[in-house]
């Protein structure tokens, strides 16, 4: 397992060595002699509150050593399978496997949705409130949404993948693009809030707000996958989101 040290992002073999169920005492790092993963012991709050926080080593801990970045089903490693085999109901350990298998796919059709919901909330704000809209117009601006989500998340993506590809100098290999746009969708966790909007009612500037950070949580992702520069990664997820927006603009001038 290619597990990383969450203070330095050192290579190590192990994380912890386990003395009996429940007994288990945590590695240190050989590098900068710190605890390689105190998340393995805290609770899933604490991490949601350090990914919120844009710590670097939560995602280190997300991207390498609670998930496998080989493994683009996102198979768990090995604490969290003696987890699971703590639990006694099988019921519970299927629905565990089943949600963990093909996560890929259903990240990325999750985004898509969100992002389509977002894109309906702008149109929505911009257009002026009249009478009943007729079924013709329901599907043109159904079709309006689903072409603006499609074509401009199609050119965020190639941009992303070019720009790590040609600044960031990652490799060229199919796996290394699939662990790039797995932890692009995995940072992408704060586009969740737009959901909120459905039950309160907020300003559109609230969007605006929740696409900033999802752009600095995307670098940081980006800077934690390819260990390059910040600027680097800031200056091309700048650009797929830029290029995702003028998409966005023009389709619906």
């Known amino acids: ?4 040290c969450v203070q330095c992002g050192h290579h190590i073999k192990s994380l912890y060595v386990q003395y009996s169920p429940g007994n288990i005492r945590l590695m240190k790092c050989q590098n900068c002699r710190a605890v390689a993963d105190e998340y393995i012991e805290c609770e899933i709050m604490i991490l949601l509150i350090d990914l919120i926080l844009h710590k670097a080593k939560a995602y280190r801990h997300l991207f390498y050593n609670m998930f496998d970045p080989e493994a683009m089903n996102f198979e768990v490693h090995s604490f969290y399978y003696v987890t699971i085999s703590c639990l006694k109901s099988s019921l519970l350990i299927t629905l565990i496997i089943f949600l963990l298998q093909g996560l890929t796919w259903k990240l990325t059709f999750g985004f898509l949705v969100l992002d389509a919901y977002r894109i309906s909330i702008l149109i929505a704000n911009n257009e002026e409130s009249g009478s009943d809209p007729s ?11 689903l072409l603006d989500a499609f074509v401009g998340n199609l050119l965020f993506i190639s941009i992303l993948l ?15 693009y699939k662990n790039t746009w797995l932890a692009i969708l995995a940072s992408s966790y704060l586009k969740l809030f ?3 909007m459905m039950v309160w009612e907020f300003p559109s500037s609230v969007i605006f707000i929740i696409d900033i950070f999802v752009l600095s949580s995307n670098t940081l ?4 996958m390819s260990e390059s520069a910040m600027g680097k990664c800031f200056g091309v997820c700048l ?5 995702k927006f ?5 389709l619906n001038i």
């Open 239 to 243: 650009c797929a989101h830029a290029v």
């Open 162 to 176: 070019l720009g790590t590809r040609s600044l960031l100098n990652m490799s060229s290999k199919v796996s290394s």
């Open 194 to 196: 737009l959901i909120a």
């Open 135 to 145: 079924l013709a117009s329901l599907i043109y601006g159904c079709g309006k949404i």
């Open 1 to 4: 397992m290619n597990f990383r």
């Open 221 to 224: 992702a980006l800077n934690v």
């Open 246 to 250: 003028l998409v966005s603009l023009a």
